[in-house]
């Protein structure tokens, strides 16, 4: 076992509804799949009706309502029934470490939070600059916040959003993937590019302006005015189709294909068959675990310039980087790193080094850590964590006493 010393029983709560699943939904999932690997006894709960598809260890709580936040739109579970079902799946499952992710948010994690007793972690992924959302729901949480043991941020961009919003302090681990997936996925050749007909993908909900398919659609006639043959693949859930397009774009619309929702599987052999993986996002982005798939598959990554972005990346030696927003030079960006296969080369060969960091291997061996501080230090004093776990968090994810 890589981190802790035994085997513990690990409880994860995920907010957010698998019924549609997303960001976080993937984290909470193929982190229990890492630590099952590892040897640990885990159940995930989360908002799932009873004809969703999910993995055995996932418990799931009921349907979740639609509700805006974040700039999207997050299927939350609350109130008395949800509490009941927390209650019941806390007493059953007698856990070593409570792990919420998004425990600010109203749901499921934060019904666990209120409810819990013993070490609890929690992991945060938003990443705003400003959040209204979290400065109405602190008077409520700010109590039940101090019963979190050890806090994770997935990126320094979250981190930052929770020290400034709900205090505190967080150790940085990033999301994991499972590299091997990705790099190892075969091609298909209708997805496939070649010289005359190079192909750039995206992957996202297409309704959603955050996400950036408005500033992508309107880079196509740059990018067409240099590479003619250029094929622009879309996959994703939304009502934007090719009428749409076509009213955008006029006859540039022939370049752009839609591919619907595509599973797990199919989603490792786009970004394994293109030439360019396209991130336009405009904001609210706190990692970008995509941009890690894509690296992982061999893509070259075009993305947009925001902090997350840029960090993943390595500022942009295992990324190529265009204004957020801009679509004329995200359409010239795509069009040098189409046409340029040393700058191509170059930035893929890098992207394979990076990558590796972002293994689950590596990883769950950062959450192990943190699982073993907290249970060690299980009967230590409720309240904002001791300097002394927090020094012992940080030298943990630096690599330092190991």
Known sequence: ?????????????????????????????????????EGHHVSVLAPAGEDTPVPDYVVPAGRAIPVHYNGSVARLSFGPVMAARVRKWLAAGQFDVLHLHEPAVPSLSMLALWIADGPVVATFHTALTRSRSLQLAYPFIRQPLEKITARIAVSEDARRTLVEHLGGDAVVIPNGVFVDQFRGAPTRPEWTGTAQRPTVAFLGRLDEPRKGLEVLLGAVPTLLATVPGARVLVAGRGETGPAQVRALLGDDADAVEFLGPVSDEDKARLLASVDVYCAPQTGGESFGIVLVEAMSAGSCVVASDLGAFARVLDDGDAGVLFPTGDSVRLGETLARVLTDDRLRNRV????????????WSVVVQQVEAVYEIVVAGRDAPVGEDPSSVRDALLRRARGEGR
């Open 1 to 37: 076992m890589s981190g802790t010393t035994r085997r513990l029983r690990i409880g994860i709560v995920c907010p957010y509804s698998f019924d549609a699943p997303g960001g976080v939904q993937f984290h909470a999932r193929d982190l229990a799949q890492a630590l099952l690997a």
């Open 348 to 359: 893929q060969a890098r992207a394979t080094q990076v990558v590796d960091r972002y293994d």
